[in-house]
């Protein structure tokens, strides 16, 4: 009887162990590749670290630095302009095809197809649409000036690219365009998610669909926009690719409305060498998105963690 | 069972890899806006060409910016046969990045690095190049044999040689001979000079030929390379001297006078204007935009440019493009020395193949035998050795009336002065060509735009001391 135990014992224990050896791989390549780098970047922020050679430590300079450039508050302020107006038009977008798709009444046929054409946008590579866009909002004969001015509702052509009051809402739209597929598709999980019988329930007792909207629809997708929200605002906060292409390298053009931060961050970390100071940034930025999400974090669920409200 | 296990630990294996690959990206990128997904690769800008035979003894990788190495390597395979080169060509914009990922990787190839001046001080002091003054390489050896110059701009901020290149790229005056015989009554290059002796001047120069219809030249951008060897830094603080202010003032002037033609440099219509006459545009014309250029071309007005301003190697753009104008163009001497680009070719410091790396740098920059090659193989490119410019003294170029251009360019390369070079140059320089863009164009006053430009140095260059 006892040999029995023992040997179910040690069948256990081998599982267990199997499972730390499944896991192992993706541990160890994720430390090397994810983990390595995130600590050298904190440690190289203390430093002068110039791309090669030594890393003399120079205490919390970089940091003193970063919150005293004027640029770099004006990299947050932009960043933070095409995020909001990103995110508005995104996630607006979004939820707004969500409750169509969603809808009992009208049961709209080929979700599946939608899906897919909303979400091929995002499929593009940046470095095209960045193309793209560049010729269809070129200032005198681009395509989008020409129809508004042919519909009359515009008299002369905008300079949507060349002046520093369009560009980064410009871009807001064009990232919008990129990505609300994408959360689309998130939104609509989540919808999916919901039972059907709290929606046949309203039905029944008859609310209306605004009034099924925000009293079971919106709380029970508060998770799913929680998640789209942080990610959204992490990607959004992070954007380089697409400002990058579009107005042609670091400096934002025009007059530096287009500069994110990570812009700012690449100029120093890659066109004059400054790595120390270029961790730095990214740090700071790193705090800025943390304490971000954090505030969204509680926005959604309030003092108590879980509880949907 | 063992197979099963097998499987199950290599699938494991492999996931775990595509994992991490796209974990490092992935958290972020499956969701929300923007994240770099592929910045693309651009294989596509890279070229690479083989020299040699393919079961050659010695292999040696060189990356290059532009095309003439190849040939070079294929010369040099000629009489090396038991050397293959692999020459891998790579666009200017994406060269330092490619190496500086190359060698913080500590690759061992490519063997041979090249940059162009704008380039060099980073990759000198970032240690990427080889000391060529030491054993067995002993590049001082050869101090006499080329203009002097290259060996400054190939030396590091201690003085130390770490380049050499083969070409010299002084600056010059291009200048119609046509018209300047109708405006000025004389065609000599040295007379013509003399119309470009100083800025003043050359803005006069600009309102006579634009009484007679004429334009100075395509875009104030045409004086570029005579702006003048001013220090930007001295002693560790931002020095904008009374030259750097003069040549903003000629370009706004050049500008709002309305003595260019708007011709942007590169653009089709600037190499239109090297063969004759181009559309009249105004300001705010784009000269990219086919569609305004053509709407310009229907109204019919049209002007001739009478200069260009370009470096040695201007000879050979502007061969390719004159057209009929051949024979009708000359070559004068600008307001400054200056210069642009140029070859510089080094060693790597990681390469193992050092000894190979300098025979064949040596091959292509020191050996009279293979510039003078490169003289006809290149059809006209201006060579930094001295023994081989003196030979070609005396060539006529037909395409500039017969013109000696060796002799020219000889005379304007021994005034070039290097010494003032800083490693900030680029970033400075580009910040002062925009402050004076935004002031001519009459978006900023001048004062505001200084203001920004010296903010914006404040901001990337914090050890430099601004004074306002």
């Known amino acids: ?309 | 069972m063992k197979f099963k296990k097998v499987t199950a630990l290599a699938a494991a294996g492999v996931m775990a890899l595509s994992l991490a690959a796209c974990g490092s990206g992935g958290g972020k990128s499956s969701g929300g806006a923007g994240d770099s997904s592929d910045v693309a690769e651009s294989k596509s800008t890279e070229k690479t060409a083989v020299a040699g035979k393919k079961d050659a003894k010695e292999k040696l990788v060189v990356w290059t910016l532009a095309a003439d190495l190849n040939q070079f390597a294929d010369h040099y395979v000629e009489s090396h046969p038991d050397v293959q080169i692999e020459t891998v060509t790579i666009a200017p914009a994406d060269y330092p990045t490619k190496v500086q990922t190359a060698m913080r990787g500590k690759q061992k190839t490519p063997d041979i690095i090249v940059g162009e001046p704008q380039m060099l001080d980073e990759m000198y002091e970032a240690g990427y190049f080889e000391d060529l003054d030491q054993d067995p390489y002993n590049a001082q050896d050869y101090k006499d044999d080329i203009v002097d110059y290259v060996w400054d701009v190939g030396q590091d901020e201690d003085g130390v040689q770490r380049t050499i290149s083969y070409q010299i790229t002084p600056a010059g005056i291009f200048y119609r001979r046509d018209i300047a015989q109708e405006v000025f009554g004389t065609e000599d290059p040295d007379k013509i000079g003399e119309y470009f002796k100083d800025y003043d001047t050359i803005l006069q120069t600009g309102e006579t030929l634009k009484e007679k219809g004429y334009k100075i030249f395509a875009s104030d951008g045409e004086m570029n390379f005579f702006s003048g060897d001013s220090a930007w830094v001295v002693d560790g603080k931002l020095n904008v001297d009374q030259a750097r202010k003069d040549y903003m003032d000629l370009c706004i002037d050049l500008y709002q006078k309305d003595m260019t033609a708007y011709v942007d440099s590169w653009s089709t219509t600037w190499y239109q204007a090297m063969a004759g006459s181009v559309p009249v545009i105004d300001k705010d014309t784009s000269v990219w935009d086919e569609k305004e250029m053509k709407e310009a071309e229907k109204k019919g007005d049209t002007t001739e440019v009478f200069a260009f301003g370009l470096p040695s190697w201007g000879v050979l753009t502007m061969r390719d493009n004159v057209g009929d104008l051949s024979g009708k163009w000359g070559v004068a001497k600008g307001p400054n020395y200056g210069f642009s680009g140029g070859t510089f070719i080094g060693i790597s410091a990681l390469s193992e193949k050092k000894d190979l790396a300098w025979d064949f740098l040596k091959f292509c920059t020191l050996d009279p035998d293979t510039l003078d090659w490169w003289i006809d193989k290149s059809e006209g490119d201006v060579v930094s050795n001295l023994e081989v410019l003196e030979k070609h003294k005396d060539d006529e170029n037909p395409v500039y009336g017969n013109e000696k251009l060796y002799q020219f360019f000889l005379e304007q390369a021994e005034g070039i002065d290097y010494s003032k070079v800083t490693k900030y140059d680029k970033v400075i320089g580009d910040a002062w060509g925009e402050a004076i863009g935004k002031v001519k164009k009459g978006e900023k006053s001048k004062e505001d735009a200084m203001n920004d430009f010296y903010d914006e140095i404040e901001s990337t260059y914090p050890d430099i001391e601004v004074d306002r």
Request: proline share 3%.
């Open chain 1, 1 to 309: 009887m006892a040999s029995d135990t023992t040997g179910k014992k040690k069948k256990k224990k081998n599982l267990n162990n199997m499972g730390y050896l499944f896991v192992a791989p993706f541990v160890i390549v994720f430390l090397i590749f994810n983990i390595y780098p995130v600590v050298r970047t904190f440690y190289l922020s203390f430093t002068d670290y110039k791309g090669f050679g030594e890393a003399v430590l120079s205490g919390g300079a970089n940091y003193a630095r970063v919150l005293q450039d004027k640029f770099f508050w004006r990299a947050l302020g932009n960043t933070a302009k095409i995020w909001g107006v990103n995110i508005v038009l995104q996630l607006g977008l979004a939820l707004l095809l969500t409750i169509v798709f969603s809808d009992i009444k009208y049961k709209i046929r080929g979700l599946t197809v939608f899906r897919a054409l909303y979400y091929l946008p995002n499929l593009i590579a940046a470095t095209s649409v960045a193309f793209l866009f560049k010729t269809l909002l070129d200032w005198r004969y681009g395509t989008i000036n020409q129809i508004m001015m042919s519909t009359g509702l515009m008299k002369s052509p905008v300079n949507w690219l060349g002046s520093p009051g369009t560009a980064p809402y410009v871009i807001s739209v064009i990232s919008a365009w990129m990505w609300f597929g994408n959360s689309f598709i998130m939104l609509m999980a989540g919808v999916q998610g919901i039972s059907r019988d709290y929606f046949e329930a309203a039905a029944i007792d008859g609310a209306g669909r605004f009034k099924v909207f925000t009293k079971i629809t919106m709380p029970l997708l508060k998770p799913i926009m929680l998640y789209v929200g942080i990610t959204s605002l992490i990607g959004g906060l992070q954007m380089f690719d697409l400002p990058f292409l579009i107005s042609g390298g670091t400096g934002g053009a025009p007059s530096g409305s287009t500069q994110t931060v990570v812009m700012y961050l690449y100029k120093f970390g890659f066109e004059t060498n400054q790595v120390g100071f270029a961790s730095a940034i990214a740090y700071v930025l790193f705090v800025i998105i943390l304490v971000l999400s954090i505030v969204q974090f509680k926005a959604m669920y309030g003092k108590n963690k879980g509880e949907v409200a």
